[in-house]
């Protein structure tokens, strides 16, 4: 069995508004391993972004624990949390978030600045299929590669782990599957434990596990015994 990277016990989240609470998690617990590609499915308010804000440490829990290796993060104070995220995690969301008076050789160049250990910003987009796009500025670019140079962004400073939530939502299925081929060529090229926050079932096939999420609560888990490639993903 490969090691635990993610250890999550009775993981509990309510926001509150006025005399208002909102139960985003209720009582999650779930392992996520090294290495590996999970895709987490379920409608809009079911706990999934919640969950990945948490285990990415931009948010923090109402109750329950959550372990990255040896370190637990529900006991960390802001300033821990943010040196966590700089040295642990890659975060890739919906929409792109690129610096439009930059090319995406300078867009990806700001992580690596940072970073005590990067790789340099040509490997990080060549990695992705962008080595022949270095010099573009994003309106040069298609949404698909604009969300490649996000990838490549958020994987410079060779993170453990990488969190996208909803990476393909604003693309067509073409594009969308360029995107899914630069996170699973990251995840077996560099190890990076991934998961995928997504709406699209059809994605599910390219992960190691899938997890489906309904009212703040994992429904269930399924195990792929035969993963596609993401070039075999249409929807």
Request: charged share 25%; proline share 0%; no cysteine.
């Given at each position: 069995m490969p090691n635990?990277?993610?250890?999550v016990d009775n993981l509990t989240k309510i926001y509150r508004t006025g005399d208002v609470e909102i139960h985003a998690l209720r009582g999650v617990d779930l392992e996520l391993f090294e290495g590996e590609l999970v895709v987490m499915l379920g409608p809009s308010g079911s706990?999934?972004?919640t969950l990945l804000n948490i285990l990415g440490g931009l948010d923090t829990?109402?109750?329950g624990r959550v372990r990255?290796?040896?370190m637990e993060l529900t006991a960390l104070g802001d300033r821990e949390l943010t040196l966590y995220r700089r040295n642990h995690v890659g975060f890739v969301f919906q929409f792109y978030n690129l610096i439009p008076s930059l090319s995406a050789r300078e867009n990806v160049a700001l992580v690596t600045e940072i970073a005590p250990h990067p790789m340099r910003p040509e490997e990080a987009l060549e990695?992705?299929?962008l080595g022949q796009r270095l010099d573009h500025f994003p309106a040069q670019l298609s949404g698909g590669e604009q969300q490649r140079v996000a990838i490549a962004r958020a994987i410079a400073k060779r993170p453990e782990v990488l969190f996208c939530d909803e990476p393909t939502?604003?693309?067509?299925?073409?594009?969308g599957v360029q995107v899914l081929e630069a996170l699973t060529a990251v995840n077996?090229?560099?190890?990076?434990?991934t998961a995928v926050i997504t709406?699209?079932?059809?994605?599910?096939k390219i992960a190691h596990r899938v997890f489906n999420f309904h009212d703040g609560r994992i429904a269930g888990v399924s195990v792929n015994e035969t993963r596609v490639s993401a070039a075999q993903v249409s929807w």
């Open positions: 635990t990277i993610f250890d706990g999934k972004s829990a109402t109750s990255f290796r040896d990695l992705v299929g939502g604003a693309l067509d299925s073409k594009t077996r090229e560099l190890d990076t434990t709406h699209n079932v059809a994605i599910q």
